[in-house]
């Protein structure tokens, strides 16, 4: 008889989390005992209540997103969790089960999601909708567009909309509705950034790693590294710039900091070399270490691994994982214990 320890998962997830909210289980595996199969199911249940938690346990089948209209919590496992991944090659020992928990389709929200977080999460798309103020994204992977709900109309604010230590692949694509204290920090972005198709009335992005070019407006822009690109790659109008590091000269305007890799080696900045995105540490003797703006006595590197809250190698959420795990293949019918092996980790 296969046994399949999903309860000694849940259990630990659950003991690290708020109390005062009911945690959910969301798990669309063939025979999984959780309350919930699917994500829509889960999000329209009487019983899920603002202020409670989805953990959408990891799957080869991807979950089919509704538009949220709660206050949620949704903890996913994480990313690039798969060494033997020869596309995006994954970071050994972090989770057991390396399969991630993904959106197929594009997440969206209305105003009774305002306040939602997610972590850990892999979302294709995103919509975002200026009715739904402060979402905070931590420890996501974006793969595709980050985009604008068709529901948005012109002259309506997104308020508080946060980008933290995730690493995003897709582009930054707005025209209808205008942007307030917009953040994204401490994340890999890993293709061009542009926000010229969008007003961005403020914005702080810090400490994050770019591939490729930026045009930005009204932010304040610090500590960044930007790679690959050269001379007129980067584009800022009204925005304060300072403490960020380029792989090639001229990028950034000279002074307050800001700096080039000598000779352009980019291992003068990053690795370059590793996981998909442990690829992205700096190198042992980078230029970006202790090379970020002082604030508060503390001087931090520039880049996604700098600061006390650095970017977390694969999303990991910042609560307990099995990371190792050995479970019998087969238990005699007669038997009446087995013997499982497990390793667990606290994560912050």
Request: glycine fraction near 8%; include cysteine; proline fraction near 5%.
């Amino acid at each position: 008889m296969k046994k399949t320890p999903y309860l000694l998962l849940f259990v630990l997830w659950v003991l690290a989390l708020n109390a005062n909210a009911t945690v959910h289980r969301v798990n669309n595996n063939v025979g999984a005992s959780a309350a919930f199969s699917n994500f829509n199911t889960a999000v329209a249940s009487p019983s899920v209540l603002n202020g409670d938690t989805l953990y959408l346990e990891p799957s080869t089948t991807a979950y089919t997103p509704v538009q949220l209209n709660k206050r949620l919590v949704v903890i996913g496992a994480g990313y690039f969790l798969d060494p033997a991944n020869t596309s995006f090659p994954g970071n050994t020992g972090l989770q057991a089960n390396t399969n991630s928990a993904r959106f197929a389709s594009a997440l969206a929200f209305d105003t009774l999601a305002t306040g939602s977080r997610f972590l850990g999460v892999e979302i294709s798309t995103l919509w975002l909708d200026p009715r739904a103020d402060n979402i905070t994204f931590e420890r996501c992977y974006i793969v595709s567009d980050i985009t604008w709900n068709t529901n948005a109309t012109a002259g309506q604010q997104a308020v508080g909309i946060r980008f933290n230590k995730c690493f995003i692949s897709g582009g930054f694509s707005y025209s209808t509705f205008t942007f307030v204290d917009l953040e994204i920090t401490n994340c890999i972005y890993n293709t061009s950034f542009n926000t010229s198709s969008a007003t961005v009335l403020s914005a702080l992005i810090r400490n994050n790693l770019f591939t490729n070019s930026v045009t930005i407006q009204n932010a304040y822009f610090a500590n960044n590294i930007v790679t690959n690109v050269g001379v007129g790659s980067f584009s800022a109008i009204n925005c304060v710039v300072r403490n960020n590091i380029s792989q090639f000269p001229n990028v950034f305007p000279a002074g307050n900091g800001n700096q080039s890799a000598p000779g352009s080696d980019v291992t003068r900045i990053i690795l370059n070399t590793g996981t998909a995105d442990g690829r992205f540490r700096l190198s042992p003797t980078s230029i970006a270490i202790g090379a970020g703006e002082t604030v508060g006595g503390v001087t931090p590197d520039v880049g996604p691994f700098g600061t006390a809250d650095p970017y977390r190698l694969s999303g990991i959420p910042p609560i307990p994982t099995i990371y190792s795990l050995t479970v019998p293949a087969t238990v005699p019918a007669a038997a009446t214990t087995m013997n499982i092996t497990l390793s667990t980790r606290s994560n912050n």
